[in-house]
């Protein structure tokens, strides 16, 4: 079965404090997908990164930045010197191989909020 | 970004029907219909491989769909229910991209 489980329900952080958003997943695939997806306060879902299961190489993007581990099941992302526009609801997603059906399964989010 | 969801509010009664439309621009194969809810995050209602298949999701009861054609995918209560009151999100995917999903912007629907 598929799963993704985010902890943690809320987090609140002062600006320009680094935070991190944990995500746990389960899978019996040997290729799957880890997506993670922005939704602010506006409420449209902003993809923001997809990582392969046979690429453990971590993945910086500016203030964003991806720690994916295979040997713990965790895709974890980190937002350094946060701003209040990273304000939002952040899923993290698995998903299945291409030709697959019913191809992701969302966590449950994780609200963020940066206090000014 | 090619996906149009109508409409994006609705308020409706108990018991009366409702269609949800969706409609994409980007020709790709995938189309899901997700409704989200407070503290359950998205959840798959039906999802459609080609035009004329469809197939369940993890929440299908209450509802039905219709792909169309290979752009429109539509989402239809029969029979309203206060439970169904939800953001619905229509998204698209294609094995050939490389983004994952594209979602619509959603649509708000209420049923009093």
């Known amino acids: 079965a598929q799963k993704v489980t985010q902890a943690q329900t809320e987090i609140s952080v002062v600006e320009k404090e680094d935070v991190t958003l944990d995500c746990v997943y389960e899978t019996r695939d040997t290729t799957y997908y880890l997506f993670w997806y922005k939704q602010p306060p506006s409420g449209e879902l902003v993809f923001l990164i997809r990582r392969n299961s046979f690429d453990e190489q971590n993945e910086i993007s500016g203030r964003y930045s991806w720690n994916f581990q295979k040997s713990t099941s965790s895709f974890n992302f980190t937002i350094t010197a946060s701003q209040v526009v990273d304000s939002a609801v952040y899923f993290c997603a698995l998903g299945r191989r291409p030709n697959t059906g019913n191809q992701f399964y969302f966590g449950t989010g994780t609200s963020l909020t940066v206090i000014p | 970004a090619g996906i149009t969801q109508s409409p994006r509010h609705k308020v409706t009664e108990t018991g009366t029907p409702v269609t949800l439309r969706c409609h994409q621009t980007?020709?790709?194969?995938?189309m899901y219909w997700y409704r989200q809810d407070p503290g359950m995050g998205l959840r798959l209602i039906y999802y459609?491989?080609?035009?004329?298949?469809?197939d369940k999701g993890e929440v299908p009861n209450g509802y039905n769909v219709s792909r169309l054609n290979k752009r429109e995918f539509s989402l239809r209560l029969e029979s309203a229910a206060p439970s169904q009151t939800s953001v619905y999100f229509c998204?698209?995917?294609?094995?050939?991209?490389?983004?994952?999903?594209?979602f619509g912007s959603g649509t708000r629907l209420t049923v009093v």
């Open positions: 980007e020709n790709h194969r995938y």
């Open positions: 998204a698209i995917s294609d094995p050939g991209t490389t983004g994952g999903y594209t």
């Open positions: 459609s491989a080609s035009e004329g298949t469809t």
